[in-house]
C-alpha cells in the first residue's frame, strides 16, 4: 500500500508560479510511474503530467506543455508538480498517482494510488 499526500496548492495570480509536492509512503516509491492530474469545476478528471519511475521519460498535456515541469525525488519519495504562467483555466484540485505498471501517456487509468488532492486557484 501507498500513502501519498499532494501539498504546495493555494491562490496565486494569473501569470503566478506554485510548486506542488507530492509525498509518498512505502520502499518502493522508485519503481512507481508517477502522474499528476486536475479536476476543475464542473470537469472531469484530466491528465497534467507523467514521469517515469526513473525520472527519465516524462509526458505533458498540451495545455501544460511549456508551462509546467513534472520531476521527481526518489530519495525523499517525493515528486513535484513546477506550474509557471498559470492561468484562470488551470484553477482545480490537482492529484498526484501512482502507478505500478507502465502505462500509456496521457491516460487517466491504471493508476493504483491516489492522494486526497491539493486546491489550486488561478485569479485572473
Known amino acids: 500500500q501507498v500513502r501519498m499526500v499532494e501539498s504546495g496548492g493555494g491562490l496565486v495570480q494569473a501569470g503566478g508560479s506554485l510548486r506542488l509536492s507530492c509525498a509518498a509512503s512505502g520502499r518502493t516509491f522508485s519503481s512507481y510511474a508517477m502522474g499528476w492530474f486536475r479536476q476543475g469545476p464542473g470537469k472531469e478528471r484530466e491528465f497534467v503530467a507523467a514521469i517515469s519511475w526513473s525520472g527519465l521519460s516524462t509526458y505533458y498535456a498540451d495545455s501544460v506543455k511549456g508551462r509546467f515541469t513534472i520531476s521527481r525525488e526518489n530519495a525523499k519519495n517525493t515528486v513535484y508538480l513546477h506550474m509557471n504562467s498559470l492561468k484562470p483555466e488551470d484553477t482545480a484540485v490537482y492529484y498526484c498517482?501512482?502507478?505500478?505498471?507502465?502505462?500509456?501517456?496521457?491516460?487517466?487509468?491504471?493508476?493504483?494510488?491516489w492522494g486526497q488532492g491539493t486546491q489550486v486557484t488561478v485569479s485572473s
Open positions: 498517482a501512482a502507478a505500478e505498471a507502465a502505462l500509456p501517456p496521457g491516460t487517466t487509468l491504471g493508476y493504483n494510488y
